[in-house]
């Protein structure tokens, strides 16, 4: 094989690992439960404490309000806004 060929094949061999990995994130989301963490006292990445939730939804409501129909088996969601479901 030519220098050139192989430089080609290992390129096309690189782009389909890589189109295959970007399907798999798309397809199956493995690293979707880092974007809202279950630990902890307040909503996820938005806020750490109920004080801090309270202050910080005041303002941000539409975010809380989207956390809180993402999760809600949340308690402090009932605590924001109510007990609504």
Sequence with gaps: ????????????????LALGFVLYMNVYEPLAFLDNPLVGEGLGTLCVSEEKCIDFCHNNKGRCDAYCRENPSNELCDILFGGRK
């Design 1 to 16: 094989m030519q220098r050139d060929t192989k430089i080609g094949v290992i390129i096309l061999v690189l782009a389909i």
